[in-house]
C-alpha cells in the first residue's frame, strides 16, 4: 500500500523549499500516471487527466475530489467537462511541489481504485 495514504497534508504558510527535481523524481514514483510540469514562472505542478464515459460520472468524480481536497486542507486546480476532469496540483505558498502535493495525488487516485 502506499505510505503517502496514511499520510495527512499539514498546513503550510511558506517558509519552506518547494522539492528540487531530484525529490520530486523520488515521489512521483509513489502515484500513478501523475505528469510533473513546470508553468512559465518555472512553477512545477502535477497533472493527471481522467476519462469517463459521461458528463454525471465526470461529476461525481470532481464531487469525491472536492471531499478529500477539503479534508486535507489542500486544493487543486480543477476542470472537467463531458466525460473528462484534469487536476493540477501544486503548493501555492512555495511556488512548487512538496509532500502535501503527493499524498493528495495518492489519495484522488484512490477514488478510481477504489
Do not use: R
Not at 4 to 10: E, G, I, M
Not at 25 to 51: C, P
Not at 62 to 75: A, T
Amino acid at each position: 500500500m502506499n505510505d503517502l495514504l496514511n499520510k495527512k497534508c499539514v498546513p503550510c504558510e511558506g517558509g519552506v523549499l518547494p522539492f528540487d527535481i531530484t525529490e520530486i523524481h523520488k515521489y512521483q514514483k509513489k502515484v500513478d500516471g501523475w505528469d510533473i510540469s513546470n508553468n512559465e514562472k518555472k512553477i512545477f505542478f502535477l497533472s493527471k487527466k481522467f476519462k469517463f464515459k459521461n458528463f454525471l460520472d465526470s461529476q461525481n468524480f470532481i464531487n469525491k475530489v472536492g471531499e478529500i481536497s477539503e479534508n486535507e486542507g489542500h486544493h487543486p486546480d480543477i476542470s472537467f467537462g463531458w466525460g473528462y476532469a484534469e487536476i493540477k496540483i501544486t503548493t501555492h505558498a512555495i511556488d512548487g511541489l512538496s509532500e502535501n502535493d503527493f499524498i493528495l495525488a495518492a489519495k484522488i487516485d484512490q477514488i478510481i481504485n477504489v
